[in-house]
């Protein structure tokens, strides 16, 4: 390859490189947060929910640093209320379960000393799957990742509200 060929995929790259960076791009999972949520503390009831789980991971993506107290925190997230619910939406005619349904909603608020960057916001994530007692434990399983989906989703929507700010 020549010089010259060089040079121009060089500068093909670069120009590329400089589209995707004007128009907003960015990676996926990698919200840019504001200087405010450089230091974040989550406050939780069960910081091991799904939800908590991967908020906080994709805090740590973004940059933002996780603090261990409130007090040395730049800004407070407070997940007021993180439920998963199942219920069965339709039976068979001898009356056993033959779809069921996720929901998972959440409320959270964010503050920065007194002063509250974001009102107390409410998500929710509805999923169906079938279900059949013959698999019993399959389709534990199943409802078991597609809960950790539905968190990772609202984790990702809260996200984009907390890079708005």
Same mark, same amino acid.
């Given at each position: 390859?020549?010089?010259?060929?060089?040079?121009?995929?060089?500068?093909?790259?670069?120009?590329?490189?400089?589209?995707?960076?004007?128009?907003?791009?960015?990676?996926?999972?990698?919200?840019?947060?504001?200087?405010?949520?450089?230091?974040?503390?989550?406050?939780?009831?069960?910081?091991?929910?799904?939800? $908590?789980?991967? #908020?906080?991971?994709?805090?740590?993506?973004?940059?933002?640093?996780?603090?261990?107290?409130?007090?040395?925190?730049?800004?407070?997230?407070?997940? =007021?209320?993180?439920?998963? &619910?199942?219920?069965?939406?339709?039976?068979?005619?001898?009356?056993?379960?033959?779809?069921?349904?996720?929901?998972?909603?959440?409320?959270?608020?964010?503050?920065?000393?007194?002063?509250? #960057?974001?009102?107390?916001? &409410?998500? $929710?994530? &509805?999923?169906?799957?079938?279900?059949?007692?013959? =698999?019993?434990?399959?389709?534990?399983?199943?409802?078991?990742?597609?809960?950790?989906? =539905? $968190?990772?989703?609202?984790?990702?929507?809260?996200?984009?509200?907390?890079?708005?700010?």
């Amino acid at each position: 390859m020549s010089a010259r060929a060089a040079g121009l995929r060089a500068g093909l790259a670069a120009s590329a490189g400089v589209l995707l960076g004007a128009c907003g791009f960015h990676l996926q999972g990698r919200e840019p947060l504001p200087p405010v949520l450089a230091t974040v503390y989550v406050e939780t009831e069960n910081p091991q929910t799904d939800f $908590a789980v991967h #908020l906080r991971k994709s805090l740590l993506a973004s940059g933002a640093r996780l603090a261990r107290e409130a007090q040395d925190a730049s800004a407070v997230v407070r997940i =007021l209320d993180d439920t998963a &619910t199942r219920s069965v939406v339709s039976v068979s005619a001898s009356n056993a379960p033959v779809a069921s349904e996720i929901r998972y909603s959440v409320r959270f608020t964010v503050s920065a000393g007194e002063r509250e #960057l974001l009102p107390p916001q &409410t998500l $929710a994530a &509805t999923q169906a799957f079938s279900f059949d007692e013959r =698999l019993l434990l399959a389709k534990e399983n199943e409802e078991d990742i597609l809960r950790e989906a =539905l $968190a990772r989703d609202l984790a990702s929507v809260a996200m984009r509200r907390l890079s708005s700010l």
